[in-house]
């Protein structure tokens, strides 16, 4: 089939990118929301526990909110800030208040002393109905860990998004970025001193949803790094160099931090007071060997690709392996780039524009470059997805339909023939599967559901390649 003739068009990609994130939204939402179908909703979160835990992000096409991978999805947009900013031009205002839906949430969460909230809402009584968000009766049940039930990923991936978000806030807001930074370094002594997995301690309210498979290590690593990326104190970078450990060094989401570590560090490293061969010898081989592993003529790759040449893992849920890598790429670019530095591959050299080259592919296929010249982000080109599995897209809006629609009365609306009422204007779906093919219906989640994390990397590479 012939591809789409089209140019990406990366302004328009990251607009939408952004305004993604107005359509997760939980809490009361602000006069200034543009995605006005989405209305209040899980106005009384935390009441069970004495806490105020309104706000924050519904993490997919449900409306629970599970705070590792949310937490991951603040780091990776303020990441995104921080390296891309400068090209986001009007949409850094809105990319700075996506972060902030998520960090004001997160200061709520952490608010008592030596207690860090890790999810709020049942999953099992949720992904039992099919309501709106605004409609939801389900149990808002507030799960949280603290000294004796410990969730040092959890925690120390909070302590990650309050460090990188005050960095992007430092240029904008001193003061904020600076109760940010006080607060990260107060979580990140709590999820090291009193270490252990959530996954013991909130059990099956997490797993096996978001549970935990790689260790907390990777998290206190990851969160350490931020740390000292926003502070510079040297106890924090003994910390990293100290407790690094193998894991997967070429996997990269919201439970594995190996790459994402590595790839920031060797940026780290290059600090001069720190520039010492033990230092670099821990992470830039780790990030040179990252990079060799994703390249398509690599005899050692740790990636394949479909016939149309998306970058795929399996597992489904492909995309936060194509955005997540595809990020780490232009970044490391980056940094290579300003060190005059190429990577001997084994049979090839790459050098920053390789990196990028490769990371463009991987937008441009989801952007409509593919063999079905469809668009996996909704509401981008003229052919997209339009039967996403999200409960608010698919039901009428409270505006339309005011009357309560209760927890299995949603289903009838789920099993409409029709596209969804509601677009969901910048998701990124799940995406298709290895011989590129896409079944466009909710009942194939793996396809269909979009997350907040596959969304964040894609917000800094779009505005990248807007001004590349």
Not at 43 to 57: A, E, F, P, R, W
Not at 237 to 261: C, L, P, R, S, T
Not at 358 to 379: E, F, H, I, K, W
Not at 423 to 448: H, M, N, T, W, Y
């Amino acid at each position: 089939m012939e591809r789409a003739a089209a140019e990406s068009d990366y302004a328009e990609a990251l607009t939408k990118s952004i305004l993604f994130y107005e359509g997760q939204r939980s809490g009361k939402l602000p006069s200034s929301q543009r995605m006005t179908w989405r209305k209040d909703s899980a106005l009384t979160d935390g009441s069970d526990i004495g806490m105020d835990l309104v706000g924050g992000y519904y993490d997919a096409g449900d409306n629970v909110k599970f705070h590792l991978p949310m937490a991951f999805t603040v780091t990776i947009l303020s990441w995104s800030v921080i390296e891309f900013g400068q090209f986001m031009d009007s949409d850094l205002q809105h990319a700075l208040e996506a972060i902030r839906w998520g960090t004001d949430y997160f200061l709520k969460a952490t608010s008592k002393a030596d207690v860090v909230v890790a999810q709020v809402g049942d999953p099992y009584g949720d992904h039992d109905c099919w309501e709106r968000p605004e409609d939801m009766d389900t149990p808002r049940t507030s799960y949280f860990v603290d000294k004796e039930h410990p969730g040092s990923e959890v925690s120390a991936e909070i302590a990650a998004s309050l460090a990188a978000s005050s960095i992007a806030f430092s240029n904008s807001d001193s003061d904020y970025s600076a109760l940010l930074l006080s607060r990260a370094v107060q979580v990140f002594q709590f999820a090291d001193t009193h270490r252990g997995s959530y996954n013991d301690s909130i059990g099956n309210a997490t797993c096996p949803f978001y549970c935990d498979f790689n260790g907390y290590m990777d998290e206190l690593v990851w969160a350490a790094s931020w740390l000292y990326k926003a502070t510079k104190e040297a106890n924090y970078w003994n910390y990293v160099k100290e407790n690094m450990q193998g894991g997967n060094i070429k996997e990269f989401g919201w439970d594995a931090k190996h790459a994402g570590i590595n790839v920031l560090a060797s940026q780290v490293a290059k600090t001069p007071a720190f520039l010492l061969p033990s230092s670099l010898a821990l992470f830039i081989p780790n990030a040179d060997q990252f990079v060799c592993s994703i390249f398509p003529q690599s005899p050692t790759k740790s990636v394949s690709y479909t016939p149309g040449g998306l970058m795929f893992k399996p597992g489904g849920f492909n995309m936060q392996t194509t955005m997540s890598i595809s990020f780490l790429l232009v970044v490391y670019a980056q940094y290579m780039k300003a060190a005059s530095k190429t990577i001997q591959c084994e049979g090839f050299v790459a050098d920053p524009s390789g990196l990028v080259s490769l990371a463009r592919t991987q937008v441009d296929y989801v952007l409509g470059n593919n063999p079905l010249s469809m668009s996996y982000m909704v509401g981008y080109g003229e052919k997209f997805p339009q039967k996403i599995h999200h409960r608010g897209s698919t039901m009428p809006s409270i505006e339309e339909v005011p009357e309560h629609i209760g927890c299995r009365d949603g289903d009838a609306y789920f099993n409409k023939e029709g596209p969804n009422p509601n677009v969901l204007i910048g998701a990124l779906v799940g995406g298709p599967v290895k011989d590129d093919s896409f079944k466009d219906s909710r009942s194939d989640i793996a396809e269909s559901e979009p997350t907040t994390y596959y969304n964040a990397p894609f917000v800094g590479l779009s505005a990248y390649f807007k001004a590349n």
